[in-house]
Nanobody, 116 residues
Framework: QVQLVESRGGLVQAGGSLRLSCAVSVSIFSFNAMGWYRQAPGKQRELVAAVSSFGIRNYADSVKGRFTISRDNVKNTVDLQMNSLKPEDTAVYYC??????????WGQGTQVTVSS
């Protein structure tokens, strides 16, 4: 059974930093892509950042230059380093592991709140 467990988020002031980590119960080599998504109140879930099994990264325009996604294929973790946080980054953040529609897994989500 595939399980994804995100680290605890938190409350941070605007301009601050926070690092999220996602621990996966199986080898992340199993997945074509690992990603972080977020969902703010009243909004749809959106992709924040993703990294492929080849190490190719892509980011939402709103976080480029501020967020960095990384994967550790030994520890089976995927981290999201968030710098220069803004109030609009406030959301529930979800870790995702994806190969195809039948093999698409989500963590339980972790709240990140950025105060102005």
């Amino acid at each position: 059974q595939v399980q994804l467990v995100e680290s605890r988020g938190g409350l941070v002031q605007a301009g601050g930093s926070l690092r999220l980590s996602c621990a996966v119960s199986v080898s992340i080599f199993s997945f074509n892509a690992m990603g972080w998504y977020r969902q703010a109140p009243g909004k749809q879930r959106e992709l924040v950042a993703a990294v492929s099994s080849f190490g190719i990264r892509n980011y939402a325009d709103s976080v480029k230059g501020r967020f960095t996604i990384s994967r550790d294929n030994v520890k089976n973790t995927v981290d999201l380093q968030m710098n220069s946080l803004k109030p609009e980054d406030t959301a529930v953040y979800y870790c995702n592991a994806h190969t195809d529609p039948l093999h698409d897994y989500w963590g339980q989500g972790t709240q990140v709140t950025v105060s102005s």
